[in-house]
């Protein structure tokens, strides 16, 4: 079965898209990590083979597993001239200084002529000691003081570390997309990759998109949650803006056709780091359970929307209870049991959700993906029955995103 099919956080996974660390974790210079949205560096042959393990994990679970950089490359090779136009795209979001300095990058990057190899290129960044600079007598002023700024790395394109945390790009919704528009100019041109797979590649092309990469706010793809078939969660964060939502709801409920959304509750969380996402607070392992930060625990504030009796309206009911009860409801479920990080140990939950110990990705009901360094969390799981798939993390984790973040289901089955 080709295109896009997910009704839900928990149904059986059948495909799924993955992004392998590569050389884009050896741009980061130790004093741009913040910028760069790294709070350190990874290890990049011991994250690759974490991560091959996690995608092996998934292949015996009968997944099949896509990457992402792989997806692109054969969009390019079935549309001529979807390269060159990708390359455009790129080359003018890339952030480049100087006026000649583009044209130099663009020949560049053409002498990678395997479509694959040119893709993991653009993802990795370019260094000024990989490109020929051009002789004063044919550069321009902009150039040569380009080329001796107080600039603190060697880029003139900056890498994208953060890609292998395939969740927040896009969202897969139903049989369609939210094409994000990003939180940072930094991650923003992840977006393009999907651009180009919905758009021309041969099982996705056509894909409906509910939110575009060029909407006036940002949004990823880890505040979006299936709750059920015709009922969605998305988190008001740091990273979403509560008018990227009402924008969503507009083209879920009047602009596009086939969409089978029908509510759609913004969970207002707090705008910080430690909840980053709304699959950074919880996550759904289970027909009636989740994981959950315990900070998250208490009274919240949750809005549903749902499409209004005039064309273009979107009414808005506010909810102000207990997790919960507003999961319970949303769901259609009784009995919703939270499963806190680290157990209600305050110590173990603050250093496990700090790795990301409330953020994994169920296979199926039951069957979930979590990092190894969480055991405390683990043995909770393990004592609800849960059956857990063991991702090695020392080094995956150092992004600052868990199994969940990691990976961007294509299809799954209905429940």
């Known amino acids: 079965m080709n295109g896009i099919h997910v009704t839900s956080e928990i149904g059986k996974l ?33 994250a690759q083979q974490e991560h091959d393990r996690f995608a092996e994990i998934l292949r015996e679970q009968g997944v099949e597993v896509l990457y992402l950089e792989k997806l692109v490359a ?27 300095m583009p044209a130099i990058v663009r020949e560049y990057l053409n002498t990678f002529t395997d479509d694959l190899e040119f893709v993991k290129k653009t993802m990795a960044g370019v260094a000024k000691s990989e490109i020929d600079m051009p002789l004063a007598s044919s550069a321009t002023l902009d150039d040569l003081v380009s080329d001796h700024s107080d600039k603190q790395s060697d880029l003139i394109i900056d890498p994208m570390p953060n890609l292998y945390f395939t969740r927040d790009p896009f969202a897969c919704v139903g049989n369609g997309v939210n094409l994000n528009r990003m939180y940072s100019v930094t991650r923003n041109r992840e977006t393009l990759y999907g651009k180009y797979i919905f758009k021309y590649h041969p099982d996705y092309k056509g894909t409906p998109l509910w939110f575009r990469r060029d909407a006036p706010f940002h949004t990823e793809g880890g505040d979006v949650l299936n709750l059920t078939r015709t009922d969605l969660a998305v988190g008001i964060s740091q990273r979403t803006q509560a008018a990227a939502i009402d924008l969503m709801a507009q083209n879920i409920f009047w602009k596009t056709e086939g969409c089978e959304i029908e509510k759609i509750f913004a969970f207002d969380i707090p705008a910080s780091r430690a909840f980053m996402h709304l699959d950074t607070v919880f996550t759904q392992i289970d027909v009636d359970k989740f994981t959950i930060h315990p900070a998250i625990m208490g009274t919240l504030r949750v809005y549903e929307m749902t499409k209004g009796a005039v064309e273009g309206e979107v009414d808005i009911k506010e909810h102000t209870d207990s997790l919960e009860k507003i999961l319970e409801y949303a769901t259609g479920v009784d009995g919703i049991k939270l499963i806190p990080c680290g157990g209600g140990d305050p110590i173990a939950a603050a250093r496990e959700q700090w790795n990301d110990g409330s953020n994994t990705l169920c296979v199926e009901p039951g069957t979930i993906c979590v990092y190894q360094r969480n055991n405390v969390t683990n043995e909770v799981l393990y004592k609800e029955g849960l059956n857990l798939l063991v991702v090695p993390s020392a080094e995956l984790s150092r992004g600052r995103g868990g199994p969940r973040c990691m990976s961007m289901p294509f299809q799954r089955e209905d429940l």
């Open 74 to 100: 054969e969009a390019f090779a079935a549309n001529p001239g979807a390269r060159d136009e990708f390359l455009d795209q790129y080359l003018a979001e890339a952030g480049i200084h100087g006026q000649k």
């Open 14 to 46: 059948k495909k799924v898209c993955l992004h392998r660390p590569g050389d884009e974790l050896l741009n980061l210079p130790p004093d741009e990590l913040e910028r760069l949205l790294f709070d350190d560096v990874p290890y990049l042959e011991v």
